[in-house]
């Protein structure tokens, strides 16, 4: 008897703190939510403009862009390891867009994660980033989505997150824990390397895939500032999004003018933009001024190494050139390299200048984690389509090959010509493999026509 009436005790004591629980949740939005005193002229064409351009700098349209949808009209599948969401429509259209948000409505989806019903917002929208914009810079974008962007009749999908896990109510405590309100703090007095750190922890959130995850899914550090785990690369979507840092495996052989190059063009003498990072630039990058261009790229390179990791090159001498030269192959991995990709990548592994990506000293293919490796040996890829070059290359997918055939050619190009890496099996493949079939195929693989003259345009953050 007394331990059926502790049991009752005990549930009746988790229902009350249960309903305790959530009603502070819908309390705690509100302690993110702000009122501006901005009145927005959304009539001001070149207050217009300016928000196109920021809207370029943000990246809005990757993820709220469907494979031949409509620009902003919401749809795009993001997995998560209990099931996809969707990114909603940001068109102005009043039944199922942003038509009747206010300013501050819109201001607080941006930057505080909240929306117009005063709910928590997932945290694939990097709000996170966003909060340290100024209210001038969104008022701007506010603008621009409210007069220029064609109204879209789409109603929003639903989550497909199982019951009670697709509940809003407790983001707002993941909010009050991993998404604190914060402010820009400039690291330096020089104006260029300012603007580059508000570009790359703001509105370019380039955090968000090349930070590290915690337990939360909270990115481990949010500036330089916290911890050198910012920008310290991470995987993501079965992609490996590289360091950013100052290691040999990051940027530590890179230069400010190949970076400038690359957010530009998507392409260098020795690499291309392949995957999530290919519509960045198609998106994004590409449409931003030289002086924002450079102004980021400038500020990557003063990062420092990540802590534990080299500095410089692998001292290794080249033995594999002159053996494919020879026609000697003396692994499976070897006659599948001569066969399958010799002909674009070439017997030295450094491939085509700005056609096609050397394999030979490319940080993504020996990186610790070879999942970029595997998917776009499995699945292809393609370069991002900008004016800079005549032609995008694609590369054709080989999922026709076993398993066992996958793991030989990866492992031989990882461990090629001067490259270092650890090893995959076949069980490494037959999860990528599995990845793959859970992936959704809808994404914004030709870019909506947004142009926009960028070398007018460019919002000051000094």
Not at 183 to 192: D, L
Not at 205 to 224: D, K, M, V, Y
Not at 275 to 293: F, I, K, N, P, R
Request: hydrophobic share 35%; with cysteine.
């Amino acid at each position: 008897m007394r331990t059926k009436r502790w049991m009752s005790t005990i549930i009746t004591a988790g229902i009350a703190a249960l309903i305790l629980a959530f009603a502070l949740a819908q309390f705690l939005p509100t302690l993110r939510t702000t009122e501006s005193r901005i009145e927005v002229d959304i009539n001001d064409p070149e207050l217009v403009n300016k928000g196109k351009y920021i809207a370029r700098t943000a990246d809005c349209v990757a993820c709220h862009t469907t494979l031949e949808g409509e620009a902003y009209a919401g749809g795009l599948p993001m997995l998560t390891p209990l099931g996809a969401i969707y990114s909603t429509n940001i068109t102005p259209d009043k039944e199922t867009g942003i038509g009747n948000y206010t300013f501050d409505d819109f201001n607080n989806a941006i930057k505080h994660g909240v929306r117009k019903d005063n709910s928590a917002l997932y945290p694939a929208m990097p709000y996170p980033s966003y909060q340290i914009m100024p209210d001038e810079d969104v008022a701007a974008m506010y603008a621009y989505f409210m007069t220029d962007v064609e109204a879209v009749h789409q109603p929003n999908r639903d989550s497909e997150l199982p019951p009670i896990l697709n509940w809003r109510w407790p983001l707002a405590y993941w909010q009050a824990i991993f998404a604190p309100e914060r402010e820009f703090i400039p690291e330096t007095n020089t104006a260029a390397l300012t603007r580059g750190q508000y570009l790359v922890e703001g509105p370019g959130h380039c955090g968000s895939c090349h930070t590290e995850r915690g337990i939360g899914f909270q990115e481990l550090a949010l500036s330089n500032a916290e911890s050198n785990a910012f920008l310290g690369g991470a995987v993501i979507d079965g992609w490996r999004a590289k360091s950013l840092r100052g290691e040999y495996e990051g940027l530590g052989i890179w230069s400010t003018e190949e970076l400038v190059d690359f957010f530009k063009t998507g392409r260098t003498d020795l690499t291309s933009a392949f995957g999530a990072m290919a519509e960045v630039v198609e998106h994004s990058t590409q449409y931003m001024t030289e002086e924002d261009l450079y102004a980021m790229s400038a500020y990557l390179k003063t990062l420092s190494p990540t802590e534990g990791r080299p500095v410089n090159p692998p001292n290794k001498i080249d033995t594999t050139t002159q053996k494919l030269l020879d026609g000697v192959y003396d692994s499976r991995g070897a006659i599948l390299y001569a066969e399958y990709c010799q002909i674009c990548h070439r017997a030295d592994g450094k491939g085509v200048p700005r056609i096609f990506p050397a394999l030979a000293g490319n940080s993504a293919v020996f990186s610790k984690e070879a999942d970029s490796v595997l998917q776009i040996t499995l699945s292809g890829g393609r370069m991002p389509k900008t004016p800079h070059d005549r032609m995008a290359f694609t590369m054709p997918e080989f999922n026709h090959l076993s398993d066992a055939d996958i793991a030989e050619v990866v492992n031989y190009i990882r461990n090629s010509w001067t490259n270092q890496a650890s090893e995959v099996d076949v069980g490494d493949v037959v999860k990528m493999r599995h990845f793959l079939t859970q992936k959704p195929t809808t994404g914004t693989d030709i870019a909506p026509d947004l142009s926009i003259d960028a070398a007018s345009q460019g919002a000051s953050h000094d």
